[in-house]
């Protein structure tokens, strides 16, 4: 699922918060709080002191954000305990995680889970586990993981991406590590098999930047070629086909990448020109590539003039 990450973008990013947070002056009145949520004192000082938000993450009904001071707060949908802070209640403003001690330096979210990392290269995961996304060896939703939990045996983690039901970690190693859903092989390790522990990307170092689609996953490698794997069905590896790949494979074509991206079943690199390529699904233009057929192959996005 989607994050932004950077200083560059936190007038972007705040200004977003922001405008979601004053929709009762452009369009109409917004719903109120739950009395709980309104008569919170950390709800009411998030509102007031518009934290500088240095990460943010979106998953499919709930957002995450990484404060300056290595806190991360969460918002939107919690069914499953998604937003970390102790209970199953909906929140329409962010409150804050329970339980992350330290500094957090990256975060994502998944359709109903979310993963941090700490300081000290430690993975923290919470929410939905019915297909191990949580990574700690069990593969149930109950009773809820409505607070964060270590995810054992892994260190030395930089970042984290999640997909609609599994979480990927890049180690400082360069090597890639996953775990949950693995039925389209998004986890690749090549078995296909559910994950309730992380499981090493079979065959691939030297990795610099991680994102995952809903079931497929991609990773940039220091040489500047990208690599991918999982769900194939409308071409969101690039390899030419529609098969799903069980293990990394390389996206023909790019050798000069510098940033990639995935969306739901689509995907992105950005190249050492400023260029941007695209694969995967387009029924809605999606691409860019100005038509709206799906690719199998990166095509360039062009712009209108």
Wanted: proline share 5%.
């Amino acid at each position: 699922m989607s994050a932004v990450r950077g200083a560059g973008r936190n007038g972007f990013v705040l200004g977003l918060v922001l405008c979601l947070g004053w929709l009762s002056g452009c369009a109409g009145p917004v719903a109120p709080a739950p009395a709980e949520e309104a008569a919170d004192p950390v709800v009411a000082r998030a509102a007031v002191t518009a934290p500088t938000w240095t990460v943010v993450g979106a998953g499919r009904l709930h957002s995450l954000g990484l404060h300056a001071d290595g806190a991360v707060w969460a918002w939107g949908r919690n069914r499953y305990g998604q937003l970390g802070n102790n209970t199953t209640t909906d929140r329409l403003a962010p409150v804050k995680v329970t339980g992350l001690t330290g500094v957090v330096v990256d975060i994502a979210a998944g359709n109903e889970h979310s993963l941090a990392v700490k300081s000290d290269g430690a993975v923290w995961t919470w929410g939905s586990n019915g297909l191990g996304q949580l990574g700690d060896g069990s593969s149930s939703n109950w009773p809820p993981r409505t607070t964060p939990g270590l995810v054992p045996g892994l260190g030395d983690v930089t970042s984290v991406a999640a997909g609609n039901s599994h979480g990927v970690a890049l180690k400082t190693d360069g090597t890639v590590w996953a775990w949950g859903d693995n039925y389209r092989g998004q986890l690749g390790d090549g078995s296909g098999s559910m994950g309730r522990s992380p499981v090493q990307a079979l065959g691939f170092t030297g990795g610099t930047a991680i994102s995952a689609g809903s079931a497929h996953t991609i990773a940039l490698q220091s040489d500047g070629t990208v690599w991918a794997w999982g769900y194939n069905g409308n071409g969101q590896l690039g390899d030419g086909f529609t098969d799903d790949q069980l293990a990394p494979a390389q996206v023909p074509g790019i050798i000069d990448a510098t940033a990639i991206a995935a969306g739901t079943y689509h995907s992105f690199a950005r190249r050492a020109s400023g260029a941007v390529w695209a694969w995967g699904l387009n029924g809605e233009g999606q691409l860019g590539t100005g038509n709206a057929g799906y690719r199998v192959v990166p095509y360039q996005v062009s712009p209108t003039p």
